[in-house]
């Protein structure tokens, strides 16, 4: 099994910063990917990004591309993600995922972290 706790949330105000991180541990070796996802209140689950954890290739949502930022240390296991200029529109609990080497699918979840930006 893969432990993911996420850190870094918190309240900030349109136009402003964040930075989140995402620690992994146990069976790290059987990822093979890491991820962001976003809920805001009354809404479904969506993607942020997302980063292999070989290779280090990134994959993003439209809505945050050229603010959000994702990044990795594989020898901390440990990936993080840079929000600037956010927007109200940002609010919500964004949850850390890993992705299983023997499904692609990201069947390992951390417990979430706030993040509310205010105008």
């Known amino acids: 099994q893969v432990q993911l706790v996420e850190s870094g949330g918190g309240l900030v105000q349109t136009g402003g910063s964040l930075k989140l991180s995402c620690a992994a541990s146990?069976?790290?070796?059987?990822?093979?990917?890491m991820g962001w996802f976003r809920q805001a209140p009354g809404k479904e689950r969506q993607f942020v990004a997302a980063?292999?954890?070989?290779?280090?290739?990134?994959s993003y949502a439209d809505f945050v591309k050229g603010r959000f930022t994702i990044s990795r240390d594989n020898a901390a296991n440990t990936v993080f993600l840079q929000m600037n200029s956010l927007k109200t529109e940002d609010t919500g609990v964004y949850y850390c995922?890993?992705?299983?080497?023997?499904?692609?699918?990201?069947?390992?979840w951390g417990q979430g972290t706030q993040v509310t930006v205010s105008s």
């Open positions: 146990g069976r790290t070796l059987s990822m093979t990917a």
């Open positions: 980063i292999m954890l070989r290779g280090g290739s990134t």
């Open positions: 995922a890993a992705t299983k080497a023997s499904t692609g699918n990201y069947d390992y």
